[in-house]
């Protein structure tokens, strides 16, 4: 078995709480750990949030806690079997719920929750059961579990996840208790990217682009070729303004020989046109591309208002027209002859 690094970590007279190691959210940190103390934790928690802000992370935390066989004070032991077994995703009483497809269909959740619910723990006094991504529970998935949460069994403790609960029908969301997680702040996030070997540069490029989600940062540091393909698309605008026609199709079809990229790069530009704009409209503010700045004033001192808020509109048309598997060259040549046309 995999040694549990907390384990490793963890030394003498170390006062780390359950929930210490987790990033921002100080006050669900401060809820829980009085709701502990006060041995009041409920049966049903939704836990709302956007995306990579810790709610998963945080429900874990709480699942190893409350699973935990030798609880020191508010904290997990983080040595006996269920927080070794908690840790490696082996424990029985432990049951993670996983979104289908786009949706969490009905069987799935009549036989990992409702019928694993009415099966006493195995091994602990609690069985703990997290649904992620509870908002995508289809209408009849949701019906199939409002009586566990309505009358839930006197050891289970369920934990739905989602980022939208308005997703969620008003009886299961009126028997919950509601937790809400929040991004984190610019703060809180230098502290987190502090060890990460990027330039000054990047990192306030990624604490913007991240709009406070470490699953967002993660997911950027994790694509080895995200920086580059960002000035990869800078590139190719200024390419594009000083292209002839001949010059426009060369672009198209450099562009569209990057099947795979060639969303992104959309992406890259909406943001690109995005700080145009917010610089037209109200000055130098805070920027998704903070390290262009200069060429962002002279662009944005050569278009007009209109002209940039009519890009933005051609962008997103193309990545509609994109998701909806229109042609890519198409779409492109449309787009860049678009972006070409003389300002009004
Ligand atoms: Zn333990």
Redesign the pocket.
Known sequence: MDKCPSITRKRKGDKMEAFQHIRGNEDVKAYFTKVIKKNKLSHSYIFEGPYGVGKNTFALALAKYIL????EGNK?????K??YMTHAGTHPDLISIEKDTKVTKIETIRNNMVKEMDIKPYQSDYKVVIVKAADTITIEGQNAMLKTIEEPPSYGIIILVCENASRMLPTIKSRCIMVRFNPLTKKQLDTYLIDEPISESKREVLKKLSEGSIGKVKDILKDESFFELRDQAVNYLQRLDKADLIGVYDLVKEITEQKEEIEKILEHWLLWYRDIAIIKAVGIGDLYYSDYQQQLLDIAYKLTYNKVSQNIDCIIKALADMRQNIYSTFVIENLLLRLKERKK
């Open positions: 935990c066989e030798a609880k997990p032991c983080n040595s006996c269920s927080c």
